[in-house]
């Protein structure tokens, strides 16, 4: 796994998150995945992750950029990313832990500020 494909991952939430399409955006998730938000909650499982992300297009953060920084190499099965994302009310910095779930690379814990 290398940058180029955390970034590419990064893309295709975006893409979905921004049309619309929350419930596709976090099938980047593992089934067990862990969200901890700026409100100081931590939501746990697609579903909780899931109405997050939808309460936050209600209020307002339909729009969402992620700028892809720093990717660790963590054993053969995990990565840390470390890097900044804009929405439409706000920004700041996120870290997340990249879990080989399937075959596929998907988000395990996600904690952003």
């Not at 899931?50 to 892809?68: D, F, P, Q």
């Not at 706000?90 to 990249?98: K, M, S």
Request: aromatic fraction near 12%; charged fraction near 25%.
């Amino acid at each position: 796994m290398s940058f180029d494909s955390v970034d590419k991952l990064n893309r295709e939430f975006e893409r979905a998150y921004n049309n619309g399409q929350v419930k596709e955006a976090v099938n980047t998730y593992t089934n067990d995945a862990r969200l901890f938000a700026t409100d100081k909650q931590i939501y746990e499982g697609l579903s909780q992750i899931e109405k997050y992300y939808s309460a936050a297009r209600a209020a307002g953060n339909s729009k969402v950029e992620l700028h892809t920084g720093q990717v660790i190499q963590c054993g053969s099965d995990h990565l840390i990313e470390i890097s900044q994302y804009k929405i439409s009310t706000d920004g700041g910095n996120y870290v997340v832990v990249w879990k080989k779930d399937g075959g596929q690379w998907k988000k395990l814990i996600d904690i952003f500020n």
